[in-house]
């Protein structure tokens, strides 16, 4: 039920008390539950008698990988709706409003809709992912995120046959975001896309938290996607629409540099960017004198995702 005003508010933006409180329930239960290292179940979040169990690890995160520390993961992100300097973004993106938020699914499905991100929280199950991160600009990082399988959400919304690509939508708030409201550099809101079988694939995961807690605003709360075998300008932040389409979407950087940022962009230490080499990374904490890492091809996730892309000719920057 929404709840009916005199003011010319759109309905996208009318949330019902209820639901309002509902998911005030969720998140402090889920946030308590990422403190204290457990999860919560779908079902225990509509009682008042929570059952608590241990936070599943992915069975793709790597246990032998060292977090990169958590205050140069949260001060050192690229949100260029906000600033093109990380720490500036960082300062701004403080006054991104999260609360409330909902995502709009549609396309190629059988139930497109709005949904409140506590409905959608209340029916996933979190596992802690600990992947690598590895940007473009060759710097690369391991973050323990706290997230749900793309792929559960799809399915809850019901791909049709039809369905070959998935576009994300970031969040348009220029009044709040100064890039957008200077429309600088790229075409707002931010867009990017992933084939349907990347986007089903166990590894690709909708971030909520990291380091056992909800996730910071400039790091993409309070929903982001993570696609850990790609360059993480693909790993858009702030969700707040998906569609299943017929046709690749048009996304952002390959919009404003196709020579440079492919629709793909896979990791790939053999194919340079145009303006620096991708054979090896600064790793984020590791030190002055620590030598750079070879970086691995599909960041190393090849032995899961290699068979995407089989047909595909690697040598070339896509």
Do not use: C
């Given at each position: 039920m929404i709840i009916k005003t005199k003011t010319d508010i759109?309905?996208?933006?009318?949330?019902?008390?209820?639901?309002?409180?509902?998911?005030?329930?969720?998140?402090?239960?889920i946030l308590a539950a990422m403190a204290a290292g457990v999860r919560i179940s779908p079902a225990s979040a509509d009682n008042n008698n929570l059952a608590w169990a241990s936070l599943p690890k992915s069975e793709f995160s790597?246990?032998?990988?060292?977090?990169?520390?958590?205050?140069?993961?949260?001060?050192?992100?690229?949100?260029?709706?906000?600033?093109?300097?990380?720490?500036?973004?960082?300062?701004?993106?403080q006054n991104l409003r999260t609360d409330p938020w909902s995502v709009e699914i549609n396309g190629e499905v059988e139930k497109p809709g709005s949904y409140y991100l506590e409905d959608i929280l209340r029916r996933q199950t979190l596992q802690e992912c600990i992947y690598r991160f590895r940007c473009v600009e060759a710097w690369s990082m391991v973050v323990p995120w706290v997230g749900f399988s793309l792929s559960s959400l799809l399915k809850m919304v019901?791909?049709?046959?039809?369905?070959?690509?998935?576009?994300?939508?970031?969040?348009?708030?220029?009044?709040?975001?100064?890039?957008?409201?200077?429309?600088?550099?790229?075409?707002?809101?931010?867009?990017?896309?992933?084939?349907?079988?990347?986007?089903?694939?166990?590894?690709?995961?909708?971030?909520?938290?990291?380091?056992?807690?909800?996730?910071?605003?400039?790091?993409?709360?309070?929903?982001r996607l993570v696609v850990p075998w790609k360059y993480g300008f693909k790993s858009i932040k702030a969700i707040v629409k998906i569609e299943l389409l017929k046709k690749p979407p048009v996304t952002s950087w390959s919009q404003f540099a196709p020579n440079e940022y492919g629709f793909y962009s896979n990791v790939n230490p053999a194919v340079a960017h145009p303006r620096w080499s991708q054979s090896s990374e600064r790793q984020l904490g590791s030190g002055f004198f620590t030598p750079r890492r070879q970086t691995e091809l599909f960041n190393g996730y090849g032995e899961q995702v290699a068979s995407l892309y089989r047909d595909m000719d690697l040598r070339h920057f896509f």
């Open positions: 759109p309905s996208s933006e009318i949330t019902d008390p209820l639901i309002f409180k509902e998911r005030r329930k969720i998140i402090k239960a790597a246990n032998s990988l060292t977090p990169t520390p958590a205050e140069l993961i949260k001060n050192y992100t690229n949100y260029y709706e906000f600033a093109f300097n990380k720490q500036d973004s960082t300062k701004l993106a019901k791909p049709l046959s039809t369905a070959r690509f998935v576009k994300f939508t970031a969040v348009h708030q220029p009044e709040i975001m100064p890039r957008q409201h200077n429309n600088a550099m790229l075409e707002w809101p931010y867009a990017e896309g992933l084939r349907i079988d990347e986007a089903m694939h166990p590894l690709t995961i909708l971030a909520v938290g990291m380091y056992g807690d909800m996730l910071p605003k400039q790091n993409g709360a309070p929903l």
